[in-house]
């Protein structure tokens, strides 16, 4: 039944992507969605400034002709884990629900309610990275000053020409 219901969704998911048009102007700031130029630059900055993330191909059959080829999509590998996932297991005892008026959905979970102040602080003491650096592993040492700095803009970035273009389709 859930191969059905799967299917049908693919289906459907198909025909709403076939008859969404590809957005030419800019609607980010309006509703959060992308266009493929401004996907392709963000993900230039990203991989530039972090050099886990990297650029991929893809499924030759899956391939969008509004991007470039050899950037698809973007994967991200070697990102350092400080918790197992033994240290994250679900505990149903520590859970209480809170009762959300004109929740349709019944309200919020709070996860940890019951759970042992010190030890919940010790956890989050355990999450926080003792080295900055470790998610970005081969990080330059020449942009330790911009890291306080709000994130550069995007359009700024572009318009100054900024932004490398090795690919002819890329604007």
Known sequence: MQNVINTVK???LGVAEYLTPILKESRFKETG???????????DHL????PTW???A???SKTKPYLPQEKQFLITKNVPCYKRCKQMEYRSEQELVLESEGDP?????DTHHFSDSAILEE???????EDKKASCADNDDDDDDDDDEEAADMEEFEE????????????
């Open 47 to 50: 991989v530039h400034h972090c």
């Open 123 to 129: 956890k989050v003491a355990d999450m926080a990275l």
């Open 105 to 109: 959905d019944g309200g919020w979970v």
């Open 160 to 171: 100054k020409g900024m932004l490398e273009q090795d690919d002819p389709s890329v604007i």
């Open 54 to 56: 990297r650029w991929a």
């Open 10 to 12: 693919g289906k459907a």
């Open 58 to 60: 893809g499924d030759g």
């Open 33 to 43: 969605v992308l266009t493929p130029e401004e996907f392709v630059a963000a993900g």
